[in-house]
């Protein structure tokens, strides 16, 4: 069976499943609150207002909001195979387990994308009517928001990798949540030392401090460089992803 075809599989399993009402959740909380404090941004000393608003928004939704929706989808997604002992069904069949949960990452992924979209896409909306309902003249950055979410989307990857293998190790349900909570809180602690390089669970939030911190001081030099946070990053991405493929379904086939 096809990689294709295990991704046509899974996403059949999960579609009649709360995640797409699950990942507007988050979106739709860190929108409302920067809606509901529009007026504290477009004063007469405020420049660039919309990307301020932006920022600061997208604080606690890029350290916490946004790790813990792909926690719960990453329980969600697994769960479909502990239930009713449907890993054993699946692995009785002529599948590689390695495919199933490379498949699985998968459709992670493309919830991860959706929220990003949905995030994107909730903004922009909230945008274009706080300004034609209060009369706000400044125009909606459009393409800055599309580029901050693209950068959430990427710096997210080896977090959401090293979610599911987490998952995948403790199968437990309120282990692998508990787990993966405990790294997650101390994210925005992490991000103020050198440790954050080989920190995932805070990438996307350092991400939004480099920005916050480029546009409180004005600078032109970009707080976030990419190197070396790029291998890091992709190394971290590359194992965390092969540890979750490897032993999954492992202990099932003893």
């Known amino acids: 069976m096809s990689l294709l075809e295990l991704l046509k599989i899974e996403f059949m399993k999960v579609k009649r499943s709360k995640i797409v009402p699950l990942i507007f959740i988050a979106p739709l909380l860190v929108v409302a609150s920067g809606i509901a404090n529009l007026s504290s941004y477009f004063t007469p000393e405020y420049t660039n207002a919309w990307p301020a608003m932006f920022i600061q928004s997208a604080l606690v939704y890029a350290y916490y909001l946004l790790p813990l929706s792909m926690i719960i989808v990453c329980v969600m997604i697994a769960g479909r ?150 291998p890091c990053a992709a190394l971290i991405f590359a194992l965390v992803l092969i540890l979750a493929v490897t032993q999954f379904g492992k202990k099932e086939m003893r």
């Open 81 to 230: 195979e502990t239930q009713n002992n449907g890993i054993m069904k699946m692995l009785a069949l002529p599948v590689s387990r390695y495919a199933l949960s490379l498949a699985k990452f998968c459709v992670l992924m493309f919830y991860l994308l959706m929220e990003m979209v949905v995030f994107l896409a909730v903004f922009v909306a909230a945008g274009l009517i706080a300004t034609s309902t209060m009369g706000i003249t400044e125009t909606l950055p459009v393409l800055y928001l599309l580029k901050w979410c693209a950068g959430l989307f990427l710096t997210m990857l080896p977090c959401v990798a090293t979610m599911w293998a987490v998952t995948v190790l403790f199968e437990k349900p309120l282990l692998s949540v508990g787990l993966n909570l405990l790294l997650v809180i101390p994210g925005v602690l992490v991000a103020n030392t050198p440790l954050w390089i080989v920190y995932s669970y805070c990438y996307s939030g350092y991400l939004v401090s480099c920005s916050l911190h480029e546009f409180t001081t004005n600078t032109s030099e970009p707080a976030f460089e990419l190197f070396p946070f790029l």
